[in-house]
């Protein structure tokens, strides 16, 4: 399986954006599916999750109210629908999978993850 990111660009402040992560096969009930993103000069950094199965989430902090994780089951699509930008949410944006024993609480870490997509570049212009 491969993951394919898509939906970065530039947007003013404010604006919004949305981010798919289309799987090349099938993600199966036990996966975990997460976005993280890694700004010029800084480490990687967890932003949403989201369970296969019962599409449990988990956010960040500094995204929650704004950023939602949603996923389409039959597009092995994974999507992270992002509301109300900042300039501090710059970065570019990776999508990855996780092969998760049943019933494991969402992990905010890409150590966890096991496949990886190639990142989509998000500038927020203030």
């Known amino acids: 399986v491969q993951l394919q990111a898509s939906g970065g660009g530039l947007v003013q402040a404010g604006g919004s954006l949305r981010l798919s992560c289309a799987a090349s096969g099938p993600i199966f009930s036990n996966n975990h599916m997460g976005w993280f993103r890694q700004a010029p000069g800084k480490e990687r950094e967890f932003v949403a999750a989201?369970?296969?199965?019962?599409?449990?989430?988990r956010y960040v902090d500094s995204v929650k109210g704004r950023f939602t994780v949603s996923r389409d089951s039959a597009k092995n699509t994974v999507y992270l629908q992002m509301n109300k930008l900042k300039p501090e949410d710059t970065a570019l944006y990776y999508c990855?999978?996780?092969?998760?024993?049943?019933?494991?609480?969402?992990?905010?870490?890409?150590?966890?993850?096991?496949?990886w997509g190639q990142g989509t570049q998000v500038t927020v212009s203030s």
């Open positions: 989201l369970t296969w199965r019962e599409s449990n989430t």
């Open positions: 990855a999978l996780r092969q998760a024993p049943v019933r494991t609480p969402l992990a905010p870490s890409g150590a966890f993850y096991d496949l």
